[in-house]
T-cell receptor, first 117, second 113 residues
Framework: DTEVTQTPKHLVMGMTNKKSLKCEQH?????MYWYKQKAKKPPELMFV???????INESVPSRFSPECPNSSLLNLHLHALQPEDSALYLC????????????????FGAGSRLTVL | RKEVEQDPGPFNVPEGATVAFNCTYS??????FFWYRQDCRKEPKLLMS???SGNEDGRFTAQLNRASQYISLLIRDSKLSDSATYLC??????????????FGTGTKLQVIP
Protein backbone atom coordinates (compact mmCIF):
# COMPACT_ATOMS: atom_id res chain seq x y z
CA ASP A 1 0.00 0.00 0.00
CA THR A 2 1.24 3.44 -0.91
CA GLU A 3 1.87 5.93 1.91
CA VAL A 4 0.56 8.76 -0.23
CA THR A 5 -3.20 8.50 -0.69
CA GLN A 6 -4.98 10.11 -3.61
CA THR A 7 -8.69 10.47 -4.22
CA PRO A 8 -10.59 9.93 -6.37
CA LYS A 9 -8.86 7.15 -8.31
CA HIS A 10 -10.91 7.96 -11.40
CA LEU A 11 -12.70 11.15 -12.38
CA VAL A 12 -14.74 11.99 -15.44
CA MET A 13 -15.76 15.60 -15.87
CA GLY A 14 -17.18 17.93 -18.45
CA MET A 15 -15.44 21.06 -19.59
CA THR A 16 -17.70 23.28 -17.49
CA ASN A 17 -17.41 21.29 -14.27
CA LYS A 18 -15.48 22.19 -11.14
CA LYS A 19 -13.85 19.30 -9.33
CA SER A 20 -10.92 18.69 -6.99
CA LEU A 21 -8.24 16.06 -6.61
CA LYS A 22 -7.01 15.32 -3.11
CA CYS A 23 -3.74 13.99 -1.76
CA GLU A 24 -2.76 13.06 1.80
CA GLN A 25 0.43 11.82 3.41
CA HIS A 26 1.29 11.14 7.04
CA UNK A 27 5.02 10.55 6.73
CA UNK A 28 5.90 13.99 8.08
CA UNK A 29 7.13 15.06 4.67
CA UNK A 30 7.26 18.82 4.20
CA UNK A 31 7.35 18.91 0.41
CA MET A 32 4.45 17.89 -1.81
CA TYR A 33 4.20 17.78 -5.57
CA TRP A 34 1.67 17.52 -8.37
CA TYR A 35 2.74 15.75 -11.55
CA LYS A 36 0.81 15.15 -14.76
CA GLN A 37 1.48 12.02 -16.78
CA LYS A 38 0.19 11.30 -20.28
CA ALA A 39 0.29 7.80 -21.73
CA LYS A 40 3.79 6.53 -22.55
CA LYS A 41 5.38 9.75 -21.26
CA PRO A 42 7.28 10.45 -18.05
CA PRO A 43 5.66 12.47 -15.26
CA GLU A 44 5.78 16.23 -15.83
CA LEU A 45 6.08 18.50 -12.82
CA MET A 46 3.21 20.96 -12.28
CA PHE A 47 3.57 22.38 -8.77
CA VAL A 48 5.76 22.05 -5.69
CA UNK A 49 4.78 23.05 -2.16
CA UNK A 50 7.46 23.37 0.45
CA UNK A 51 6.40 23.91 4.06
CA UNK A 52 2.87 24.64 2.81
CA UNK A 53 4.07 27.42 0.53
CA UNK A 54 3.94 27.26 -3.26
CA UNK A 55 7.57 27.06 -4.36
CA ILE A 56 7.30 26.07 -7.99
CA ASN A 57 4.60 26.59 -10.63
CA GLU A 58 5.81 25.17 -13.93
CA SER A 59 3.76 27.64 -16.00
CA VAL A 60 0.61 25.62 -15.44
CA PRO A 61 -2.64 27.12 -16.88
CA SER A 62 -4.83 28.83 -14.30
CA ARG A 63 -7.60 26.28 -14.83
CA PHE A 64 -5.47 24.17 -12.44
CA SER A 65 -5.35 25.68 -8.96
CA PRO A 66 -3.31 24.00 -6.22
CA GLU A 67 -3.94 24.36 -2.52
CA CYS A 68 -2.03 23.12 0.50
CA PRO A 69 -4.30 23.47 3.58
CA ASN A 70 -1.72 21.87 5.91
CA SER A 71 1.47 19.86 5.84
CA SER A 72 -0.38 16.59 5.19
CA LEU A 73 -2.84 17.65 2.54
CA LEU A 74 -2.56 18.82 -1.03
CA ASN A 75 -5.46 19.62 -3.33
CA LEU A 76 -5.69 20.36 -7.02
CA HIS A 77 -8.80 22.32 -7.99
CA LEU A 78 -9.95 21.88 -11.57
CA HIS A 79 -12.16 24.25 -13.53
CA ALA A 80 -12.97 24.65 -17.21
CA LEU A 81 -10.59 21.93 -18.27
CA GLN A 82 -9.97 20.86 -21.83
CA PRO A 83 -10.03 17.32 -23.26
CA GLU A 84 -6.24 17.48 -23.66
CA ASP A 85 -5.99 17.78 -19.86
CA SER A 86 -7.05 14.14 -19.60
CA ALA A 87 -4.16 12.35 -17.92
CA LEU A 88 -2.97 10.59 -14.80
CA TYR A 89 -2.38 13.14 -12.04
CA LEU A 90 0.21 12.01 -9.55
CA CYS A 91 0.84 13.45 -6.13
CA UNK A 92 4.23 12.91 -4.52
CA UNK A 93 5.94 13.91 -1.31
CA UNK A 94 9.50 14.12 -0.04
CA UNK A 95 11.10 14.95 3.29
CA UNK A 96 12.10 18.46 2.30
CA UNK A 97 12.43 20.42 -0.91
CA UNK A 98 15.00 23.11 -0.33
CA UNK A 99 18.13 21.11 0.24
CA UNK A 100 21.58 21.64 -1.15
CA UNK A 101 22.31 17.98 -1.74
CA UNK A 102 19.30 17.50 -4.00
CA UNK A 103 18.98 13.98 -2.69
CA UNK A 104 15.29 13.78 -1.88
CA UNK A 105 13.43 10.63 -2.75
CA UNK A 106 9.89 11.08 -4.03
CA UNK A 107 7.10 8.84 -2.80
CA PHE A 108 4.20 8.79 -5.23
CA GLY A 109 0.51 8.23 -4.69
CA ALA A 110 -1.39 5.83 -6.93
CA GLY A 111 -2.70 8.71 -9.01
CA SER A 112 -6.04 10.08 -10.09
CA ARG A 113 -6.96 9.22 -13.66
CA LEU A 114 -8.83 12.17 -15.12
CA THR A 115 -10.95 12.13 -18.26
CA VAL A 116 -12.31 15.43 -19.59
CA LEU A 117 -15.20 15.08 -22.01
CA ARG B 1 18.98 17.54 -26.35
CA LYS B 2 16.77 16.26 -23.53
CA GLU B 3 18.13 16.65 -20.03
CA VAL B 4 17.74 12.96 -19.27
CA GLU B 5 17.63 10.45 -22.09
CA GLN B 6 16.79 6.79 -22.17
CA ASP B 7 16.28 4.24 -24.93
CA PRO B 8 12.48 3.83 -24.91
CA GLY B 9 12.69 0.17 -25.95
CA PRO B 10 10.76 -2.01 -25.73
CA PHE B 11 13.33 -4.53 -24.61
CA ASN B 12 11.84 -8.00 -25.10
CA VAL B 13 13.93 -10.57 -23.25
CA PRO B 14 13.36 -14.21 -22.26
CA GLU B 15 13.03 -15.23 -18.64
CA GLY B 16 16.40 -15.71 -17.03
CA ALA B 17 18.18 -13.29 -19.33
CA THR B 18 20.37 -10.42 -18.23
CA VAL B 19 19.35 -6.99 -19.49
CA ALA B 20 20.96 -3.57 -19.10
CA PHE B 21 19.54 -0.09 -19.47
CA ASN B 22 21.48 3.12 -19.83
CA CYS B 23 20.48 6.67 -19.07
CA THR B 24 22.43 9.79 -19.98
CA TYR B 25 22.05 13.20 -18.39
CA SER B 26 23.18 16.60 -19.60
CA UNK B 27 23.40 18.61 -16.37
CA UNK B 28 26.90 18.16 -14.99
CA UNK B 29 25.71 19.63 -11.67
CA UNK B 30 23.37 16.68 -11.08
CA UNK B 31 23.83 15.34 -7.60
CA UNK B 32 21.74 12.29 -7.05
CA PHE B 33 20.34 9.56 -9.21
CA PHE B 34 17.61 6.99 -8.96
CA TRP B 35 15.87 4.25 -10.84
CA TYR B 36 12.10 4.07 -10.52
CA ARG B 37 9.86 1.35 -11.80
CA GLN B 38 6.39 2.02 -13.17
CA ASP B 39 3.91 -0.72 -13.92
CA CYS B 40 1.20 -0.16 -16.49
CA ARG B 41 -1.39 2.31 -15.19
CA LYS B 42 0.32 2.49 -11.79
CA GLU B 43 2.44 5.10 -10.03
CA PRO B 44 6.26 5.18 -10.21
CA LYS B 45 7.95 3.40 -7.31
CA LEU B 46 11.53 3.76 -6.20
CA LEU B 47 13.58 0.76 -7.30
CA MET B 48 16.95 1.90 -6.06
CA SER B 49 19.19 4.89 -5.56
CA UNK B 50 22.41 5.00 -7.55
CA UNK B 51 25.62 5.65 -5.66
CA UNK B 52 28.98 6.74 -7.02
CA SER B 53 30.60 3.45 -6.06
CA GLY B 54 27.85 1.42 -7.66
CA ASN B 55 25.36 -0.59 -5.68
CA GLU B 56 23.55 -3.87 -5.82
CA ASP B 57 20.19 -5.02 -4.53
CA GLY B 58 19.57 -8.67 -5.21
CA ARG B 59 19.36 -9.15 -8.97
CA PHE B 60 19.65 -5.42 -9.64
CA THR B 61 22.91 -3.52 -10.02
CA ALA B 62 23.15 0.24 -10.58
CA GLN B 63 26.23 2.09 -11.74
CA LEU B 64 27.05 5.77 -12.07
CA ASN B 65 29.68 7.21 -14.41
CA ARG B 66 29.98 10.90 -13.61
CA ALA B 67 32.71 11.54 -16.17
CA SER B 68 30.53 10.30 -19.01
CA GLN B 69 27.31 11.42 -17.35
CA TYR B 70 25.40 8.20 -17.51
CA ILE B 71 23.85 5.73 -15.15
CA SER B 72 22.99 2.14 -15.81
CA LEU B 73 20.74 -0.56 -14.43
CA LEU B 74 21.55 -4.24 -14.83
CA ILE B 75 18.90 -6.88 -14.16
CA ARG B 76 20.10 -10.46 -13.86
CA ASP B 77 17.96 -13.59 -14.11
CA SER B 78 14.94 -11.65 -15.42
CA LYS B 79 11.55 -12.62 -14.06
CA LEU B 80 8.16 -12.13 -15.65
CA SER B 81 7.36 -9.75 -12.80
CA ASP B 82 10.21 -7.46 -13.91
CA SER B 83 8.10 -6.39 -16.90
CA ALA B 84 7.56 -2.67 -16.43
CA THR B 85 8.82 0.72 -17.53
CA TYR B 86 12.06 1.78 -15.84
CA LEU B 87 12.46 5.51 -15.27
CA CYS B 88 15.79 7.15 -14.72
CA UNK B 89 15.53 10.12 -12.33
CA UNK B 90 18.17 12.79 -11.86
CA UNK B 91 18.18 15.41 -9.09
CA UNK B 92 20.04 18.67 -9.28
CA UNK B 93 19.89 21.94 -7.43
CA UNK B 94 17.99 24.27 -9.68
CA UNK B 95 17.48 28.03 -9.70
CA UNK B 96 17.02 29.48 -6.24
CA UNK B 97 18.56 26.47 -4.56
CA UNK B 98 15.51 24.29 -5.01
CA UNK B 99 15.73 20.66 -5.94
CA UNK B 100 15.06 19.96 -9.59
CA UNK B 101 13.85 16.45 -10.32
CA UNK B 102 14.06 15.35 -13.93
CA PHE B 103 12.61 12.13 -15.25
CA GLY B 104 13.90 10.26 -18.25
CA THR B 105 11.39 9.09 -20.83
CA GLY B 106 11.50 5.55 -19.50
CA THR B 107 12.58 2.21 -20.92
CA LYS B 108 9.97 -0.46 -21.34
CA LEU B 109 10.96 -4.03 -20.45
CA GLN B 110 8.91 -7.05 -21.43
CA VAL B 111 10.10 -10.38 -20.06
CA ILE B 112 8.82 -13.25 -22.15
CA PRO B 113 8.12 -16.78 -20.84
Amino acid sequence: DTEVTQTPKHLVMGMTNKKSLKCEQHMGHRAMYWYKQKAKKPPELMFVYSYEKLSINESVPSRFSPECPNSSLLNLHLHALQPEDSALYLCASSQVYLQGSGANVLTFGAGSRLTVL
Amino acid sequence: RKEVEQDPGPFNVPEGATVAFNCTYSNSASQSFFWYRQDCRKEPKLLMSVYSSGNEDGRFTAQLNRASQYISLLIRDSKLSDSATYLCVVNAVGPGGYQKVTFGTGTKLQVIP
